[in-house]
C-alpha cells in the first residue's frame, strides 16, 4: 500500500509546482527530507508574497490587495504577527503550519522569516531604490534570506557558506528585477537604482515607453554584470553542499543564470515577451548539474570565489 502523503506536505508541493515550476523540478533532486522542506518553505514564501501583491500563486488576483495599496501595511501586519506566532509554535492556517514545523526541523532563527516580512513591507510602503545598495539590500530581504534559510535545511551552519546562500537568493532576485522591469514598472515598481536611470537619461517614470528602452536595457545590463558577481561567489557556497543538495541548487543557479544571459543576449527587444528558459534547455541543464558540482567542489579545493565589494549583511559578518 503506497503510504498518503501528508496533507501539509501535499498542499505545499502542489503550490511549488503551479507558482514555480523552475524550483519544483530542481527539488526533485533533493533528499526527500529536505525536499519536503523545501516544499514547506516555498509554501510560506508564496503566500506571503501572493498576499502582497494580489496575487494567487504568481497569478492575478483582486488589484485592491496589490503593492503600494491602501491596505498594504495592513497585510504586512498581520503576516508578520501570523509569522511570529509560527515561530512560536502556534500557527495560523497551513502554510503558517508549514513554516513552523520547518524553523523547528531545522532550528532556523526567527529573525530570518522577520526579514523576508521586512522585504515585503518595502513594496508595501512603495520604497525607492537610489543606488545599487539600495536594490541589493531589497533583493537580500526577499530572495537572500530564503537562500540562506535553504542552506539551513541543507544542513549548513558555517557563516561563510551561509554568507554565499545568500549571495544566491541575491542573484536570483537581481536576475528577477532584469527580466520583469517593464511589468514592474506597470504596476509602478522600479528597482532599477535611480542614479544608473538618470546616467542613462531614464525618467524613472517613463521606463515603460519604448523611447526610452534602449536606456533600460543599458541599465539593465549593468544590473546583470552585478548578479554575475554574486552567482560566481555562490558557487563556494554550492560546493559545500551534500552532493544531492549541491546538485538541485546548482540546477537552479543555471536556470536562473540562463534567463539573465537570454535578457542581455535579446538587448531592447527583451520584454516584447517574457523570457524563459525551455523545456529541453532545463533538461539539459539538470543532466549536467552533476557535472558542475563536480567542478565546483574540486574548483573549491585550490581556491574560493572572492566576495570583494558584495553585500553583507551585518549578521553574517565575521
Request: hydrophobic letters at 45%; glycine letters at 8%; charged letters at 25%.
Amino acid at each position: 500500500m503506497t503510504q498518503r502523503e501528508d496533507p501539509i506536505v501535499a498542499l505545499s508541493r502542489e503550490r511549488i509546482e503551479i507558482g514555480s515550476k523552475s524550483f519544483a523540478a530542481a527539488a526533485r533532486l533533493l533528499p526527500p527530507d529536505v525536499r519536503e522542506s523545501t516544499y514547506m518553505l516555498y509554501a510560506w514564501c508564496r503566500h506571503c508574497d501572493d498576499a502582497i501583491d494580489g496575487q494567487d500563486l504568481g497569478f492575478a488576483r483582486a488589484p485592491e490587495t496589490g503593492k503600494g495599496s491602501d491596505r498594504g501595511s495592513e497585510i504586512v501586519d498581520e503576516l508578520r504577527r501570523q509569522t511570529l506566532a509560527a515561530s512560536r509554535g502556534e500557527p495560523d492556517g497551513p502554510v503558517f503550519e508549514a513554516l513552523a514545523r520547518v524553523m523547528a526541523k531545522h532550528q532556523i532563527p526567527e529573525r530570518h522569516p522577520l526579514e523576508l516580512i521586512d522585504g515585503f513591507a518595502m513594496d508595501a510602503n512603495g520604497r525607492t531604490y537610489e543606488t545599487l545598495c539600495d536594490t541589493v539590500h531589497y533583493s537580500y530581504h526577499v530572495a537572500g534570506v530564503v537562500g540562506l534559510m535553504m542552506a539551513q535545511v541543507m544542513g549548513v551552519s558555517d557563516v561563510a557558506i551561509l554568507r554565499r546562500a545568500a549571495d544566491l537568493g541575491i542573484a536570483f532576485q537581481l536576475t528577477n528585477i532584469a527580466r520583469d522591469v517593464i511589468d514592474d514598472a506597470a504596476s509602478g515598481r522600479v528597482y532599477l537604482p535611480l542614479d544608473w536611470l538618470a546616467e542613462a537619461g531614464v525618467p524613472a517614470s517613463q521606463i515603460g515607453d519604448r523611447a526610452h528602452r534602449a536606456g533600460v536595457a543599458q541599465a539593465t545590463k549593468r544590473l546583470l554584470a552585478e548578479a554575475d558577481r554574486y552567482y560566481n561567489s555562490a558557487v563556494y557556497g554550492i560546493a559545500a553542499l551534500p552532493v544531492r543538495a549541491a546538485i538541485s541548487i546548482a540546477a537552479a543557479r543555471a536556470v536562473y543564470r540562463a534567463i539573465g544571459t537570454k535578457v542581455r543576449a535579446r538587448g531592447d527587444q527583451a520584454w516584447d515577451e517574457r523570457t524563459v528558459v525551455s523545456k529541453p534547455y532545463k533538461a539539459a541543464i539538470l543532466a549536467f548539474a552533476p557535472l558542475h558540482v563536480a567542478g565546483a567542489k574540486a574548483s573549491s579545493l585550490v581556491r574560493q570565489p572572492t566576495r570583494d565589494g558584495l553585500w553583507t549583511h551585518p549578521a553574517l559578518v565575521d
